[in-house]
């Protein structure tokens, strides 16, 4: 597919000082042939002014495929240059291989992993996942482990977008199984989707194993199994702050936060205040530069286009981010008109989205007059009058009473519906149980932990019991108290913290009546008790509260 | 992605012609950006009506209250003939322009504390666009108050000894000098980030600029060094081009130079606030 550029296009915006170029090199980009594209991007899109004065020199391209906004789809633009440029591959993987293929991903290491997925990337298919003759569930297996997913990646789902001709676009999992030795690399020899183009994993498999990602990607995808397309792929961000005051240290506020998020899906992004959230928002939102990491956002490189980007998605910030002093109806035009919509189309988009979110009768009036909940409620509707293929939803809730909470919820839980991606900060354990299919807990800059909220509790064996005790235990009565409860059999995890206990017990109610001993042996007394099922409180508090409960150690 | 891309000079603040038609692509046109974001501050503007009456009431004090403290100016030795209002009309309205456009960059503070400007920036919505609304919507006002200026200022005595068309002409020179100082505002903005930060520069600026310039005293009656310094004060090059415009004779050509100078500013004050939005998204 070649792409036409208007090329030597004025850039309005950018200074007369700085002549800016279009350095993407010629061919296709790299992330489609090369398997390289993916990994960090090179030290020369570092010193690229972000964004700021190229936006109008980029090459253009009616052909290419990119967002279709009015699907909110996500094409990611890399997959189907790449699928004109090699006519890749497409095999069908009888489930027996595709369960072989999952076990041998689990045991690569996650650098061949991730060069795997950039192969997968590189093999660009336009066949929906019924036609590779496959049940969808078994590819979903084989391919969310190859796609360097460490964990099986269930939630990965296989998307079918509408619109346009632009049929389910899924990626080929290339090369992953021809990385790891003879055995998979014969197993995946499979004929080409038109049966064009068998490929030889032969000397895939000879190759050692850095080098074999790589000659995997250049031989062309050896296996193939569909993945879903990440609406957001990011490695490894990072970002600082300067101090405060000249020669106060920098502030590392993102410290290597990978994501990844499968299409038309909800993702949670949890932590308290300062974790990080707002600023990994901002950065896959094109506001913040990366110090360091790269990321593609609806398929876009987020370094190099981040004007594709831009088109591509929409931000509900933290604060609002409507105009006070329009009404809701302006509002919404004006976000129209930014993106290029116009006239009755988005006159109607407009109205549709008012009803949507109840606020009609509020339409004329000025969004200062808004209360809490339906100003959020106008915020979100903003971000979504272009019909962007990803949405930030900064804190959506905060703030809001429970009603509004709920009301909210509600109609977030119903955004996916239409195939949008979403990435939602929170710091409410309930709202990201209850709307994201897949969570990361954020502390520090970082991924304390990462997946379903069902897997994230299924890792909690056994049940939460919490007691009050009748007095805050001195620190022996603590110590006594913390081994008496470990000598137990069926109890993990004690946390102790003033009065109240919390250990995570196997057959929590059974064993009760030995943890009252346990309790009186230390010389203490029981007030309240309770036994409970995990919640995704206690996944946040194993991950988040457990550095908690050291320092009161050490204290 | 198989041609490479020649070297292009980005020329800014081509608003008109230089937009393509984005045919068959997303690209949204940055003119109509450009539009879409005046229409919202002059809708918010009108909204305003305490406001709009503040605004024109305070570049209408100016005149009456400077024509009676320095009326004297015009009978010291050296002024030439004519009346002090003559002289100053122009002044004034200059320092309006000023005073006016110095705080333009308020809107983009209030864009920033209430989250638009972090949803704007997410968009694809062209950086000069975003100052072009501030600074078009601020041309109007200028506008306005410009006109009503020299309307008082013929109220209370002044000849507009060239007609319509000399008050045409003071406008255009106004409005060009207030889209240099609203840009620059607009740069301050992005790069202070805070409401009182931007109102001190403002004022420190404003204040000096005005009065090293000819726009209450002649040139002959400046000390030497305000003379000097007066040659490189855009204020200046828009007052003296305002008062040759109203003259009975104008010097058209030496008006059209002043004219140019101050657009150069202007062109180069919106390049500049165009850049700094990186410096916002710095901190970020």
Known sequence: ?555 | MTTTQPMTIAVPLSMDAAEVPATGSARPLGSRQFGALTARLLRSLLRRPAFVAITLVQAVVWLPLFGSLFRSVATVPGFGQGEYIDYLTPGVATMSVLFSAGWTGIRFIDDMENGVMERLLASPTRRWAIVGGTVAHEAVIVAVQVTLVVLLGWGLGARLRSGPLGVVVLVVVAVTLSTAVAALSDALALVVRRREALIAAANFLVLPLTFLSTGMMPERLLPGWIRRVAHYNPANWAVSASRMALAAHPDWLSILWNLLALAVLAALSWALAARAFSSYQRSL
């Open chain 1, 1 to 555: 597919m070649t792409t036409t550029h208007s090329a030597g296009e004025p850039a309005p915006e950018a200074p007369p000082a700085a002549p800016t170029t279009e350095d993407g090199p010629p061919g296709p980009d790299p992330e489609a042939g090369l398997g390289i594209a993916s990994a960090p991007v090179p030290a020369d899109a570092d010193s690229r002014p972000y964004a700021e004065s190229e936006p109008d020199t980029e090459p253009e391209s009616d052909t290419e495929p990119g967002v279709d906004a009015a699907a909110g789809s996500v094409v990611p633009a890399v997959t189907a240059e790449a699928a004109g440029k090699e006519d890749p591959a497409v095999a069908a993987v009888p489930p027996a291989a595709a369960e072989a293929t999952t076990e041998v991903v689990q045991a690569v290491t996650a650098d061949a992993e991730a060069t795997a997925a950039v192969a997968a990337n590189a093999a660009g298919v336009t066949e929906p996942a019924q036609t590779a003759g496959v049940p969808a569930d078994t590819q979903e297996v084989a391919c969310g482990g190859l796609a360097g997913a460490k964990r099986g990646e269930a939630g990965a789902r296989s998307r079918r977008s509408g619109s346009g001709g632009s049929d389910t676009q899924e990626v080929a999992c290339g090369g992953l199984a021809g990385a790891k030795r003879g055995e998979a690399g014969a197993r995946s020899r499979r004929s080409g989707s038109g049966g064009t183009e068998p490929v030889v994993a032969g000397p895939v498999a000879a190759a050692e194993r850095p080098a074999v990602a790589e000659a995997a990607a250049r031989v062309g995808p050896a296996s193939a199994a569909v993945e879903p397309v990440w609406a957001i792929d990011a490695r490894e961000l990072v970002k600082s702050y300067r101090g405060r005051r000249r020669g106060d240290p920098p502030v590392r506020a993102v410290r290597g936060i990978s994501l990844r998020v499968p299409a038309g899906t909800i993702f949670g992004l949890l932590g308290p205040n300062g974790a990080g959230k707002t600023t990994t928002v901002r950065m896959l939102a094109t506001l913040a530069r990366p110090d360091g990491g790269s990321a593609t956002v609806a398929g876009h490189d987020l370094l190099r286009r981040p004007w594709d980007v831009r088109r591509s998605i929409a931000i509900v910030p933290q604060r609002s981010g409507a105009d006070p002093d329009a009404t809701g109806r302006e509002n919404l035009l004006l976000q129209g008109r930014l993106y290029g919509l116009s006239g009755t189309g988005l006159a109607r988009r407009a109205d549709e989205l008012l009803e949507r979110f109840a606020l009609g009768d509020a339409a004329g009036r000025l969004a200062r007059t808004y209360s809490g909940g339906m100003l959020r409620r106008l915020d979100v509707a903003i971000g979504l009058v272009a019909r962007p293929a990803v949405l930030f939803l900064d804190e959506p809730t905060t703030g809001l009473d429970p009603e509004a909470r709920a009301v909210m919820w509600s109609e977030i839980e119903a955004l996916t519906a239409d195939g949008l991606s979403i990435l939602l900060t929170t710091h409410y354990l309930e709202e990201a149980d209850r709307l994201a299919a897949r969570v990361a807990i954020v502390e520090n800059g970082q991924v304390v932990v990462e997946g379903t909220p069902e897997e994230l509790k299924s890792e909690l064996r056994g049940d939460t019991v919490d007691l009050e005790l009748a007095e805050a235990p001195d620190a022996s009565q603590a110590e006594a108290l913390r081994g008496r409860l470990a000598a137990l059999p069926g109890v993990g995890e004690v946390t102790l913290d003033g009065r109240s206990v919390r250990a995570r017990v196997a057959g929590g109610a059974a064993a009760l009546p030995a943890i009252f001993a346990a309790v009186d042996g230390a010389g203490l007394a029981t007030a309240t008790a309770s036994v409970a099922r995990p919640s995704f409180d206690d996944v946040y508090l194993r991950h988040v509260g457990r550095r908690f409960g050291r320092h009161e150690e050490l204290t």
